[in-house]
């Protein structure tokens, strides 16, 4: 990133973003891979990273996933959105598809989730819609002692147009 980013005292500018709606801060190799999501905290976080999951869950490879930075320094905002994407099932492309955002502010380091659509429009699987399939929130693996925020796991209460933001940790 073009900025560090404070997270519970840790300052970072490395960063991997994962097709599965989650990045890892402080992380500068590949993070494929965390197919299925679990609840927070969780032990698949590498040591010394901090996962960022706003919809954390095994999205398929419909859709597209874009980043950039919006604002002058220091004034700036990194954005990753997940446009369009689907959801997994059972190797077949689901034609549905979400849309949400993870943005982090430079100047206030505040964490934000913002979701455009959280609805698959699968008539088979109406539980995955509004999060029904995902964890949501962040975990902090840098320290000796876990640091997390959850948000929701496995809930249905992701509202299209919505958004949650957590102020400077």
Known sequence: MPFRFNLFGEASDRLCINNNG?????WDRPCDGFHQDGSLPNA???RGSALLAPFWDDLFTGGNVYYGIIGEAPNRRFIVQ???KNHYNNGVSDAGGI???R???ETTHAISFQYLDTTFNNPEHPE???GGSATVGFQD????????RPHSSHQ??????????WRSM
């Open 82 to 84: 997940w446009d369009e």
């Open 99 to 101: 849309t949400f955002e």
């Open 44 to 46: 698949f976080v590498p």
């Open 141 to 148: 693996a840098a320290h000796e002692t876990t640091l997390v």
């Open 156 to 165: 249905p209460v992701l509202a299209p147009a919505s958004g949650v933001t």
């Open 128 to 130: 995955w819609d509004r």
């Open 103 to 105: 943005i982090l502010d």
């Open 22 to 26: 989650f990045t890892l801060l402080n």
